[in-house]
């Protein structure tokens, strides 16, 4: 696709319900990026793949979060048992490792709100 | 491991001043840098990279940084602000594969 696309870009869901989040990387990217943003915090890192190794798994907040990557391309993040601080906008990424395009383009992210 | 330590949380600055954005990041490899910028309500946008080369880079809007290996710094800066350019600012850093961000400084232009 044209750019990094993400679904859906609100969620409202209940604390205690399982959520996920789906993102769908620039073709032919092998780097992809979860992260999330919360008011005033910044970009808090979760989750990255790349290509078929093993992801760094080491910004998961907690084992409720849990995200995989199928054929290389697109992604779902999974929350379960969501809590209220789970509230945040999550953001995804993707990149090429070519050398002069190694910047991350990002999508609109989705709104989760937990209530 | 690498991390990126923005200073400056918030700026203001008034319209057709300068302003300088700062960054500082640690690193035990080589490093490409990043300054993204993200307009109100909406996505986050490269603003310009530095991979190799010339220490001095310069990106859309205007904008410029210039990477200080010595310092180990990659402050943003503009020479003349417009009231377009508040926005949240986020400095970046890509070593051997992952991409960590700074904690952002949020740049408020005052007619």
């Known amino acids: 696709g044209a750019g990094v696309s993400q679904s859906p870009s609100n969620k409202v869901t209940e604390k205690g319900k399982d959520v996920e989040l789906r993102c769908d990387p620039i073709?032919?990217?092998?780097?992809l990026y979860w992260y999330r943003q919360s008011l005033g915090q910044g970009l808090e890192f979760l989750i990255y793949?790349?290509?078929?190794?093993?992801?760094?798994k080491s910004g998961l907040p907690s084992d409720r979060f849990s995200a995989e990557r199928t054929g290389g391309s697109v992604s779902t993040l999974t929350i379960q048992r969501t809590q209220q601080e789970d509230s945040a906008v999550y953001l995804c990424a993707s990149s090429s490792q070519v050398f002069q395009n190694t910047e991350a383009f990002f999508g609109q992210g989705t709104r989760l709100t937990v209530v | 491991a690498q991390s990126v330590t923005q200073l400056d949380s918030q700026v203001p600055v008034f319209e057709e001043a300068p302003v300088e954005l700062r960054c500082n990041y640690s690193?035990?490899?080589?490093?490409?840098l990043f300054w993204y910028v993200q307009y109100p309500n909406q996505g986050l946008q490269l603003l310009l990279k530095y991979l190799s080369g010339s220490t001095l880079v310069k990106g859309i809007n205007g904008f410029e940084a210039e990477f200080n290996k010595s310092q180990t710094s990659f402050h943003l800066r503009k020479p003349s602000v417009h009231i377009s350019d508040t926005a949240e600012y986020f400095c970046a850093v890509r070593g051997a594969n992952n991409l960590f961000f700074g904690t952002g400084t949020r740049l408020t232009v005052i007619p």
């Open positions: 793949f790349q290509g078929n190794s093993a992801p760094d």
């Open positions: 690193s035990s490899v080589s490093v490409y």
């Open positions: 073709s032919g990217h092998t780097a």
